[in-house]
Structure formats: structure tokens, C-alpha cells
């Protein structure tokens, strides 16, 4: 069809009553029937666990303050913490040994990651716990005095961690573009604030993220010690429940916690990632 055409065509008539009219959004029915039965059925779900005097709430209420579990408590959120900031300092020593020009450090931080992810964490604290059978005395010390259950736990668990830090770390420092760290380099800042002024702050973007929820996963995968004597949360409820027979209210007990606890580091998380998004957002 021409132009000509085009503007000999008539325009569409535009009925009076065009200011009057209004938009109705399309109806979903199915949508809001699924969630209705959806909520119905969290409801139910609910009440039955309320309603359900077998989980006798009163003796989770009882548990839920004792000494002996706030003490697994606390060993289980100080475990977390120490083997966050170890595992994230190796991480970050893996991460850059693999972003070197050196081969050397290239393959031995590749060959650490890759052990390291291979080995389930359980079977590594094993072996560790064990450790004594390799190695009757270190330093001439024998390795069941200086290997106690707790620094098998910080030890075996840090080395896991890093192996997946690293991978976070250097996926977060291969994120920035290239062009940053060359102007840079055109401005003449020294390579300590091209990292610290540069990288480092639009790599925590992709950092923040999964070091998030593998703070998360820590927190719960510290329940594991469990299997080598360490008095966490867990263990700290079992031997209550070994001595009560109440299995079942213990375990909620333990289970409350946990999700207490990943809940405000979920809300920390938040924060973080949005303090780091600040410039993205700009950007945009």
C-alpha cells in the first residue's frame, strides 16, 4: 500500500461517550479459585498441627529455653560464624590462586576445588575424627589430644566451605567487566584500590547472594557434627530426648530454632544485597 494511500485513508471514528468508557481487567477465575484452595488446605494443614495434642506444645514450650539447648544453640551459631570467615578467607586465596598467570596455582586450586566438592561433607569429618589412625602424633603431640571434636568440626567443615567459596569468589571477581579494571589502570590507581575501590564492590553483587545461602546451608549443615560427639543444637536435643523419650517434641524444639535463626539471616541477607544493588539500581 502506498503513502498516498496511507493518508487518503479515513481515520477511525472515535465514539462519543470515549471519556466514559474505562478498562475492565480480565477475569481469572481459575486463579483465584487455585488459591483459595490453596489457602484452605494451609488452614487445615494449621489447625491439625494446633489441634493435634500429640505434639504437646506445652512440653516444646518447656524445652524451648532449657540450658542445655540454649548451650547447643550457641555452639552451632559460633561454629557458623567461624567457619564462614575461614572458609571465605581460603576461598578467597583459592579464588585468586585460580585467576593467577601462575599454572602452579592454577592447577593446585582447581585440584582442591574439585576434592573438596567430590568428598561428602560426613565422610570428611570421618576421617578427620579419625585422623589419629594416619597419624598417632603431630609435633609430638598425640592427635587425640590436639584433635577434640570440636576443631575436627571447625576443621572439616572450613575445608568443605572454602572449595565453595572459592567458586563464589571467583565468580563474583569474573563478573566485573574488564573495562572497569582498565580504566583503572588508565587512572593510575595503584592495584590494592583497583580491588578494594573497583572490583571488589561490583563483585559483591554476585557474591552476596550465594554467600548468603551457604550461610544458610552452614547454619543447618552444622547439625552433621552431631555424628562425631559435638554438643550442637541437635545433639544437645538428643541427649534430652534420650533421657525424656520425647522424641518427636525435642526435634520441634531444634526445628524451631533453625528456622528462627535462618529467618533473620534471611532479613540480613535481604539488606545486604540491597545495599549492593545500589548502583545497579542507579544505573538503571
Known sequence: MSSDTLAKAPAPEIPENAASLRIVPQRRLGQ???AVAVLVLLALALLSVLRNDAFQWDVVAEYFTTAAVLRGLWLTLWLTAVVMVLGFVLGALLASA???????????????VWLFRSIPILVQLLLWFNIGA??????????????????VAVIGLTLH??????????????????????????????????????????A?????????????GTLKGTSIVSVIAVQDLLYSVQLVYHRTYQVIQLLIVATVWYTLVTSVLGVGQYYVERYYARGSERAR
Open 134 to 151: 594416619l597419624y598417632p602424633r603431630v609435633f609430638g603431640v598425640r592427635t587425640v589430644d590436639l584433635l577434640g571434636p570440636v576443631t
Open 98 to 112: 585460580r585467576l593467577s598467570a601462575n599454572p602452579v596455582l592454577r592447577s593446585v586450586s582447581w585440584g582442591y
Open 204 to 216: 559483591m553483587r554476585s557474591i552476596v547472594p550465594p554467600a548468603g545461602n551457604m550461610l544458610i
Open 161 to 202: 566451605e572454602a572449595a565453595y567459596a572459592a567458586e563464589v569468589v571467583r565468580g563474583g571477581i569474573l563478573s566485573v567487566d574488564r573495562g572497569q579494571i582498565e580504566a583503572a589502570q588508565a587512572l593510575g590507581l595503584s592495584r590494592w584500590r583497583r580491588w578494594w575501590r573497583i572490583v571488589l564492590p561490583q
Open 32 to 34: 483465584w479459585t487455585a
